[in-house]
């Protein structure tokens, strides 16, 4: 158990419906990151939060949005859903925002869109 | 732009064996390297990185890996394979002269270790 929490784990939804997935970082840490993992696609980065600021951004949909909260959970939105859009989404977190820091991923949530 | 190949979708190896998941990366300065494991359902947990220094690096259960900068590899090695090593292994790459950077993972090896 790495520490880093995501609710809810599966999640089925239509196309054109908009969800939301949230992930808990491990005690202390202040970065989170988000990624997507398809079988067509590989894990792919979406976007990095510190301290509630975005750092860093990657292949991340205009119809996808991410925040980190104050408590420094973190929500990541996704509207207009396609099918394309099925996959297993990852969050992780670290201790600071250094790149060469390890990242401790969640359980991942599994969305299906149908 | 930062980049990390996998040239094996799977790699089968018998149990006792020394098993190797290969691993080459391009960036335009010095490569922070990593090497994660995916069991089924699961998500990734981390193995070892190499930041600087000695070019062997040991990690978690057993595992190692040789960073090798005129090669561009940083395959990950095991002297002796168990079966529950059989998993999905991700190398990433992160090139920190551009100030923030996203972390680049490769395709994936599916390692398959026979009983």
């Known amino acids: 158990d790495s520490g880093v929490t995501q609710t809810p784990k599966h999640l089925i939804t239509a196309t054109g419906q908009r969800v939301t997935l949230r992930c808990s970082p491990r005690?202390?840490?202040?970065?989170v990151y988000w990624y997507q993992q398809s079988l067509d696609q590989g894990l792919q980065f979406l976007i990095q939060?510190?301290?509630?600021?975005?750092?860093a951004k990657g292949n991340i949909l205009e119809r996808f949005s991410a925040q980190q909260f104050p408590d420094l959970h973190s929500e990541l939105n996704l509207s207009s859903l396609e099918l394309g859009d099925s996959a297993l989404y990852f969050c992780?977190?670290?201790?600071?925002?250094?790149?060469?820091?390890?990242?401790?991923f969640g359980p991942g949530t599994r969305l299906l869109v149908l | 732009a930062q980049s990390v190949a996998q040239p094996e979708d799977q790699v089968n190896v018998a149990e006792g064996n020394p098993l190797t998941v290969k691993c080459t990366y391009s960036?335009?300065?010095?490569?922070?390297l990593f090497w994660y494991v995916q069991y089924p359902n699961r998500g990734l947990q981390f193995l070892l990185k190499y930041i600087t220094g000695d070019n062997l690096v040991k990690g978690s259960y057993g595992f190692e890996a040789e960073f090798n900068k005129s090669q561009t590899s940083f395959h990950l090695k095991k002297p002796s394979a168990l079966v529950s090593d059989s998993a999905l292994y991700f190398c990433?790459?992160?090139?920190?002269?551009?100030?923030?950077?996203?972390?680049?993972f490769g395709t994936g090896t599916k390692l398959q270790v026979i009983p």
């Open positions: 990433a790459v992160r090139d920190p002269s551009g100030g923030y950077q996203k972390v680049t």
């Open positions: 960036v335009s300065g010095n490569p922070y």
């Open positions: 005690s202390g840490d202040l970065s």
């Open positions: 992780a977190s670290s201790p600071l925002q250094g790149v060469g820091e390890t990242q401790y």
């Open positions: 939060y510190y301290n509630g600021e975005e750092r």
